[in-house]
């Protein structure tokens, strides 16, 4: 190809590099007011009353808003409307940050001040802190008969027969906790409202969820709300429906005031506030014959949601599909909860659901594998997924399946072998530092999968200016990933022209149709295509109008990377631009891509889960200082199947950054709280990895392409990080000799 797979420098790079890109932090719209919450500070209460007039006498504060400003819809939730705005008197407050009332002023402040000076009663009630708690159901967090209050389940084969037959049974529990996404760019928006339109400026992964967030809030048609991304720094999934919230406090206060409002969260209000991954307790139970063959598999999994529900439903989903990991097992009998406590509300984070389980199931294989005689390497290769297969869901398995090479290009490049050897020599000669080797073998699936397939669609707009020069509009958003140089080189590819010609403006709603969120690594998969379809479209027009103009057939066109050769004569792409423009050839297209339809009983969780997978291993090699329980990751090997590398060096970019965020998921990151509140607030007490704690990485790409894909690809800003914690949990489990149950993993669980 002339592009695609190589190496490319990020088309936006350049003013990233120099600090020239514009955060929302950075703009300053004329008139502007500055924007501050009032929270309410305890995790579970009954709001009596609101008084604002001390607030509102501070010099510089033009208005305070409360529950009775609101014009339209006081109620948040993608799936179920459960969230307040603003919380009215008379009703409960949830958890510690939810908002009593937001405050616009001249000054930060003095909205600071003004936000000390807001009086309001409160009836606290005990509060629900633990999975444990919710599920006894003594205190009802939200307006439901039971704080569990969502489930969904996997019924499959015959599991209580096979566990009468096996050879091996593993039972275990697991826990997970929280983790912070730690975007360095705290979420903020502006909103600018002049009677007739708002404008909305934000750091967001899905512009379409605020402006439908919006609309509701101000009871306003979308057509006078027109959401615009701004340079994204950071998402994780920390910023796909959290930036509803902080857009609409900014949105009330400007609809209010008739003036642009800024809203830019603290790093201790943005922690204590916005989602988390959510935190899970596992109960597993594993069948296998004697030669390692997986034959059944039973789990139970609850998921803390926090005070609200948000996207756990969707969360849940992709638990649920994800629980028996990226293994063919044929009896499967899978229940996944949700449930209530009186916690941040926990959402989207990279991997959305599936780090939880994928632990689950990576610690069980390794048990098994012990207790069987296995080496952990080939009792993953004998139960790995082949094409014909079948996934956990009864998915077969068509095309695009490198699972199997993934094991066995990571046990080649870290010459496996050999490295156990030089382990076992290792802990013979040290007495208080030991080795050990970790595998993990997980599945991603791409998409947003039979559930969300109404909104699994995405528009792009390409158009070609007389000079050659081309823009770039796609409803998915760049937030740091790479997407505006991936959607590039698809457009590089399909029309011929340079990338250092191509711009990619920033998502707007009132230019691109709803896309759907930056979520499920589909960005490249359903961006590109749709970039691919409109490029596609102008290249026929180009192509129509070249063959009449030359006599010529399409054949004797030859297109390079900014130059067209017809016959004898060479054009650069600029001069079959102007051609083409000055002949009234159409060269602004719109192109749309929506998911293959799939076949899926929710009832049962069987069928085509999603649109295709990707498959990746990884192998860890971890120190533990046994006197100290300090846990030092050395290296890791990791080779993930992403069908088509579109741009090899942001691919290799993913690997390495979903990796260490994986690292600081499975041994240093955790929140901390006391009494329902959150005191690990900043990032002198969450700790995350930084450069010196990164080890060496050995990455690896699989193609085996996927054919929906622009070119055969189809993901990997997911399944980065999914490998990391399970073969970190099993490297050190290996050193110790003790079974790891929950992540992070403490320096006193290693005591």
């Not at 529950?67 to 409307?81: E, S």
């Not at 080939?378 to 399946?401: C, P, Q, W, Y």
């Not at 937030?479 to 403006?505: C, F, N, P, Y």
Request: hydrophobic share 35%; aromatic share 8%.
């Amino acid at each position: 190809m002339k592009i695609v797979g190589k190496i490319a420098k990020r088309i936006e790079g350049k003013e990233k590099g120099y600090g020239e890109s514009k955060y929302t932090a950075d703009l300053y719209l004329d008139r502007m007011l500055y924007a501050g919450v009032v929270y309410s500070n305890i995790p579970h209460g009954i709001l009596k009353s609101i008084d604002v007039s001390e607030a509102e006498k501070i010099p510089g504060i033009v208005k305070v808003a409360t529950y009775k400003d609101v014009p339209g819809t006081n109620k948040f939730g993608v799936v179920t409307k459960d969230m307040w705005f603003l919380i009215p008197v008379g009703e409960k407050i949830r958890f510690e940050h939810d908002a009593i009332a937001v405050i616009a002023g001249e000054s930060k402040e003095a909205v600071e001040e003004a936000v000390s000076k807001v009086k309001f009663e409160v009836e606290e009630l005990r509060p629900v802190l633990t999975i444990e708690e919710a599920i006894k159901d003594e205190i009802k967090v939200n307006d439901e008969n039971t704080n569990v209050a969502f489930h969904k389940k996997i019924r499959r084969g015959d599991v209580d027969k096979v566990f009468k037959e096996a050879d091996l049974i593993i039972e275990r529990d697991f826990k997970t906790d929280y983790q912070e996404q730690a975007y360095l760019e705290p979420q903020g928006a502006i909103a600018d409202y002049d009677g007739e339109v708002m404008k909305i400026y934000a750091s967001m992964q899905c512009p379409f969820y605020v402006q439908e967030d919006v609309s509701e809030i101000l009871d306003m048609p979308f057509n006078k709300i027109d959401v615009i991304q701004m340079e994204t720094g950071g998402g994780f999934g920390g910023k796909e429906d959290v930036p509803s919230y902080i857009a609409s406090k900014a949105a009330l206060l400007s609809y209010l005031t008739k003036r642009p409002v800024k809203l830019i969260y603290e790093r201790e209000h943005d922690i204590k506030e916005t989602s988390k991954r959510h935190p899970s307790k596992s109960h597993y139970k594993a069948a296998f014959k004697k030669d390692g063959t997986l034959i059944g598999l039973k789990s139970e999994t609850y998921l803390d949601m926090g005070a609200y529900s948000t996207l756990s439903p969707i969360v849940m989903y992709r638990t649920l599909t994800h629980s028996a990991g990226a293994y063919k097992v044929s009896n499967v009998y899978v229940d996944v909860y949700g449930v209530y406590t009186n916690k941040v509300p926990c959402g989207a984070f990279r991997g959305f659901g599936s780090p939880q389980v994928l632990f689950a199931i990576e610690s069980i294989m390794d048990e098994a594998a012990e207790k069987l005689g296995l080496d952990p390497y080939d009792i993953r290769l004998k139960n790995a997924l082949d094409l014909g297969d079948e996934t956990a869901t009864g998915h077969k398995l068509e095309f695009s399946v490198g699972a199997k090479k993934t094991l066995e290009h990571v046990k080649n490049m870290s010459k496996y072998d050999d490295l156990k050897k030089e382990i076992e020599d290792f802990n013979k000669k040290n007495k208080f530092k030991k080795r050990g080797l970790g595998w993990s073998h997980i599945i991603y699936g791409v998409s947003l999968g039979a559930g969300g397939q109404h909104l699994d669609a995405a528009n792009s707009e390409v158009h070609v200016f007389p000079d050659g020069t081309i823009n770039i509009m796609f409803g998915g958003t760049e937030i740091g990933q790479g997407a505006k140089t991936a959607v590039s080189m698809i457009v590089s590819e399909v029309l011929g022209q340079k990338l250092e010609k191509i711009h990619v403006l920033q998502t707007d709603t009132f230019i691109v149709q709803d896309s759907g969120p930056t979520v499920a690594s589909r960005t490249t998969v359903f961006s590109g295509n749709a970039a691919k379809d409109a490029a596609e479209k102008i290249k026929k027009n180009i192509i129509d109008f070249l063959c009449k103009k030359f006599d010529v057939s399409p054949d004797e066109i030859k297109i390079e990377l900014g130059v067209y050769k017809i016959k004898d004569n060479t054009f650069t792409f600029g001069e079959i631009a102007k051609m083409c423009n000055d002949a009234n050839v159409q060269l602004n297209e719109s192109g749309w891509f929506k998911s293959p339809k799939l076949k899926f009983d929710m009832e049962n969780g069987v069928g085509e889960a999603y649109v295709t997978y990707t498959y990746s291993t990884q192998l860890s090699l971890v120190e533990v200082d046994i006197l100290t329980g300090k846990i030092d990751v050395k290296k890791m090997w990791i080779s993930h199947d992403i069908g088509k590398a579109i741009n090899y060096d942001g691919v290799i970019g993913q690997i390495q950054g979903g990796a260490v965020q994986g690292m600081g998921h499975a041994i240093m990151e955790e929140i901390k709280q006391k009494d329902g509140k959150i005191i690990s607030d900043n990032f002198n007490n969450y700790i995350i990895p930084t450069i010196k704690d990164i080890p060496e990485i050995i990455p690896d790409v699989v193609e085996e392409e996927f054919p929906y894909g622009p070119f055969g690809a189809k993901g990997i800003g997911e399944p980065s990080l999914m490998s990391a914690p399970p073969s970190i949990a099993n490297a050190v489990s290996n050193a110790i000799k003790r079974r790891i149950i929950k992540i992070p993993i403490s320096i006193e669980d290693i005591i």
